[in-house]
């Protein structure tokens, strides 16, 4: 049996923060009461202190590239999942980009089988909402849910033909999966590498127009309101889409949304430097943006934060800027990032803890239990005051590509748990 004790749970469904100590027994929590009440005894084989740590039911990360099948020189499975578990994450979704696509029930079971075999955590597969991403002819959404596919998405591109995402929302609805979108017009984006703006005006690259996503985010939310089937919409990064986003939730439109990190951390001018690891798509957006994002997050008009972890390597991003790949690695960022805007006032804590577990497993529809007696201990311990700087030794993932490298953070995961079973463990020391 294993101990926990003293430590500060957070039960995000309850609202409730309380010191308890807890008793794990294999894969179970056998035991869980007011700290102080349990001795420690020969009977533990293991006794963690978590004085001063929050516990958390383990974290779930809805938007991570494992980047297997096909580009494992990145990442796969296996490295991403450690990665996932160093960040404090026990469930992942990851996204259908691969190669091949996971287009087709082969690679579904293929992900599901080498994440049981290889992984430190589960791994729920996202399917592609169109063959190969082509965007013209949908996947077999009812054959893709039966192998265990969570959600369909064309991430990293929009579907541009409407009936065809009418009918995909349909069809998904009707089967089950939830369907996450990349909202971006390609034809107004084509070419831009950063945010269309002030700071691009004065590097000279070719921007992005925050008007790119928010027309799909206006679209997918007529479709949403058409059809009456929920839609998620992927890493919002603009002022106008929260607008929008918050006219559909008045009006009772069945529409979800996230963001990552990046969004509410930095802005525009972290491309100055021209360090490829803040070139992202959407991109790095305006202090504006950055504002609004932290507003919509406090007022739930977002519900997730998903890290929209996307490992490249020094291949693609030691190039020139214009030349390199869209994306930043996220998974042992996010919680340090999160518990800023903790500190800073923007998100209570049972908030935060939401959007970052039981918020993203509601709309994946994966199973998620609280911390109770008689529930798997899936649980993530976290020193909130642990500051320090991010190396790439800290970094568990195959790519070391993010613009927080050489940055303080505050905030560290010690342990995840999975299934009663200690994935991780942190070896940093004060
Ligand atoms: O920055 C990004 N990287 N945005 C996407 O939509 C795709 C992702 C990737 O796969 O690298
Ligand atoms: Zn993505």
């Known amino acids: 049996m294993i101990l926990i004790k003293g430590g500060t749970v957070v039960d995000p469904v309850k609202d409730r923060i309380e010191k308890l100590d807890i008793v794990i027994d294999k894969d179970r929590i056998k035991d869980l009461v007011p700290c102080g009440k349990i001795f420690e005894s020969d009977q533990f084989e293991f006794i963690i202190d978590a004085q001063g740590m ?19 020189y990145k990442e796969d499975i296996r490295s991403g999942t450690l990665a996932a578990v160093a960040g404090g994450f026990t469930d992942i979704a990851c996204m259908p980009n691969t190669d091949p696509v996971n287009d087709n029930a082969s690679v579904t079971k293929f992900i599901l089988e080498k994440a049981a075999s290889q992984g430190f955590c589960r791994v729920h597969p996202i399917a592609a909402i169109t063959v190969a991403q082509q965007g013209k002819k949908l996947t077999e959404f009812g054959e893709l849910k039966k192998v265990g596919a969570v959600a369909v998405s064309d991430d990293g591109k929009s579907v541009l033909n409407s009936d065809l995402m009418r009918r995909a929302l349909e ?20 070419g831009g590498v950063m945010h269309e ?5 004065q590097l000279g690259l070719p921007g992005i127009p925050a008007a790119s996503e928010e027309i799909m985010v206006a679209r997918d939310i007529l479709l949403s309101k058409l059809t009456k089937c929920p839609v ?40 100055m430097d021209y360090d490829t690891n803040t070139k992202v798509n959407p ?40 030349r390199a790949e869209f994306g930043m690695i996220g998974l042992q960022s996010a919680v340090p990032l999160v518990l800023d805007l903790v500190r800073e006032g923007v998100l209570e804590l049972t908030q935060a803890i939401k ?35 991010l190396t790439e030794e800290m970094i568990l993932s195959k790519s070391k590509n993010t613009p927080f490298l050489g940055k303080k953070l505050k905030g560290l995961v010690k342990f995840t748990f999975v299934d009663g079973e200690l994935k991780f463990t942190s070896k940093l020391k004060f």
């Open 54 to 72: 929050i516990i958390t039911r383990g974290l779930v990360d809805m938007h991570v590239h494992l980047r297997e099948p096909g580009h494992e």
């Open 171 to 190: 069809y998904a609805s009707y089967c089950g999966l939830a369907v996450i979108s990349h909202c971006e017009d390609p034809f107004i984006s084509e």
């Open 197 to 201: 703006g002030r700071i691009s005006t």
């Open 232 to 271: 998620h919409i992927a890493h919002v990064s603009t002022a106008g889409s929260v607008q929008l986003i918050k006219m559909a939730k008045e009006q009772g439109i069945p529409v979800t949304a996230e963001t990552a990190p990046h969004y509410f951390s930095l802005d525009h001018t972290a491309v």
């Open 283 to 322: 991109p790095l957006r305006t202090e504006e943006d950055v504002e609004a994002i932290k507003s919509a997050l406090k007022e739930d008009i977002i519900d997730v934060i998903a890290t929209d972890h996307a490992p490249h390597s020094p291949l693609e991003k030691e190039v020139e800027f214009d």
């Open 355 to 389: 959007k970052l577990s039981v918020n993203p497993a509601f709309i994946l529809n994966i199973s998620w239990e609280n911390i109770n007696i008689g529930q798997k201990a899936n649980l993530t311990i976290i020193d909130p005051e642990f500051e320090y700087v």
